[in-house]
């Protein structure tokens, strides 16, 4: 531990060579209080440095293709900002409580990397990319590269997770919904995000996604391949079929909040929900 | 490590000389005395430590202090001397919705912050305005109550 760590740092440099000389970054800091409760009840904490005053992480830019997230962005911010995706607006307006929003930010999300982290399912959908910054680089990867397992990032010890990069895409319907036990401050048991475009009675593109059924959001790849381009007027006589490989490809456990049962029961609904909802729409 | 930290509380400038790692709750309590925040959970579940950063409802017992520096926080005491306060406590008591009243302040910081972006919000609203607020002793049907009463009478107070 070095004394006289810079902890409020104004440039993502600063960050990150405080972090290479052994503080913890502090964004929104709802987890890390708790990961850290007994520490700093003593006083012993390793130092924080807190980045609530690196402008540059709360920059958002839409254009080129793409919005650009500063990492900064607390829940409450994305939920309510017309500029970010419908399906990350729903996401977000799902973790923890109104109070814990307003700091919670997407970037303390994503590197906390829970299984269950709420906005990840939307960001696998979305194929967000992250923007990972260090003192002497920068470098550009997928979300689900990003993300190695339960509670696990390739977040070097020198970096920082500067931007969310979200590509545009021509998906036409979003789903989102979260199961757990109350509204608020409440960890999901099993979540889904999903989008699909359906043209001329087709299925001409979908992507799918779960939360808290495996040590990472699950991404249905394959899944996605069969059903891509399949008329949509029979899916519902197979959908049992369709809801067995759901079932199939997710991973989830019995833990403290759910069981491994209850969780392949409930994501293969949420599939069905989910097909329901747009067949039943319609075109688009 | 103890460093200076300056913030604005209930509109004075002050200084805390703690670790920048000390929960915000903690500091609030002791040593500036301000008790009206209170500790249900410590976990960021129940909302009884939620005070106001920035205009905004925040928990202060999964906020560090380092974290407040040069900004605005404001607690039940700050609002001690406000209208709209003085419109949530009367309405409060009208509906019978304060019995052990140790969830009371963290709602009242909720309800401020609601009532001055919302002059006129509907029951869902409130009800989700409230959804990190936890009480054990009312049911919650006379908070809402409260808040929809204070807002009906709400005037200028905002």
């Given amino acids: 531990m070095v004394a006289g760590i810079t902890f409020c740092p104004e440039t993502i440099q600063t960050a990150a060579r405080a972090k290479a000389d052994g503080g913890i970054l502090y964004a929104g800091g709802t987890d890390i209080m708790l990961r850290h409760a007994q520490s700093i009840r003593t006083g012993q904490s390793v130092p924080f440095i807190f980045l609530n005053a690196v402008t540059e992480l709360k920059r958002v830019v839409v254009g080129g293709s793409k919005t650009r997230i500063g990492a900064m962005l607390t829940m409450s911010e994305i939920a309510r900002s017309p500029d970010m995706p419908d ?19 997407l970037g303390g999300n994503i590197c906390t990397a829970s299984p269950a982290g709420d906005s990840l399912p939307a960001l696998y959908v979305l194929e967000a990319l992250v923007e990972l910054r260090s003192p002497t680089k920068t470098r550009l990867i997928p979300i689900d590269s ?12 020198d970096e920082l997770l500067a931007a969310v990069i979200i590509p545009d895409n021509n998906l036409k319907r979003f789903h989102h ?46 899944l996605e391949e069969e059903l891509r381009d399949m008329p ?53 | ?41 410590g976990e960021g579940e129940c909302g009884s430590c939620t005070i106001l950063l920035d205009g905004q409802p925040v928990l202060s017992c999964l906020t560090a202090v380092g974290a407040v520096r040069g900004r ?65 002793c009312t049911g919650y049907n006379m908070i809402v109550e409260a808040i929809a009463l204070a807002a009906r009478k709400r005037g200028d107070a905002w």
């Fill in chain 1, 177 to 222: 919904r979260k199961v757990s036990p109350r509204t608020a401050n409440a960890i999901t048991k099993v979540s889904i995000a999903a989008a699909a475009t359906i043209e001329d009675g087709i299925m001409k593109d979908i992507r799918l996604a779960f939360g808290a059924v495996g040590p990472t959001v699950i991404r249905c790849a394959s």
């Fill in chain 2, 1 to 41: 490590m103890t460093v200076s930290i300056p913030f604005e509380l209930n509109g004075a400038p002050v200084q805390a000389n703690v670790c920048p790692e000390t929960r915000l709750m903690d500091v609030l309590r002791d040593p500036f005395g301000l008790t009206g925040t209170k500790e249900g959970c």
């Fill in chain 1, 232 to 284: 949509t007027e029979g899916l519902a006589g197979t959908i049992s079929y369709w809801k067995r490989r759901v079932e199939k490809l997710i991973e989830p456990i019995d833990d403290l909040r759910s069981t491994a049962q209850y969780r392949r029961i409930t994501a293969s609904g949420l599939f069905q929900e989910f097909m329901n909802t747009i067949t039943r729409q319609g075109e688009g």
């Fill in chain 2, 72 to 136: 605005p926080v404001t607690t039940i005491e700050g609002l001690r001397s406000t209208p709209g306060f003085a419109l949530l406590s009367r309405a409060l008591n009208d509906a019978g919705a304060v019995q052990c009243g140790f969830c009371t302040p963290g709602i009242i910081m909720v309800a401020y912050a609601l009532l001055r972006d919302f002059p006129a919000p509907d029951e869902k609203t409130i009800r989700a305005a409230l959804a990190g607020n936890l009480c054990r």
């Fill in chain 1, 87 to 105: 399906l990350l607006r729903r996401a977000c307006s799902t973790v923890g409580s109104p109070a814990l929003r307003s700091t919670a930010t």
């Fill in chain 1, 146 to 157: 990003f993300i190695s397992g339960p509670k696990e990032t390739v977040l070097a010890t």
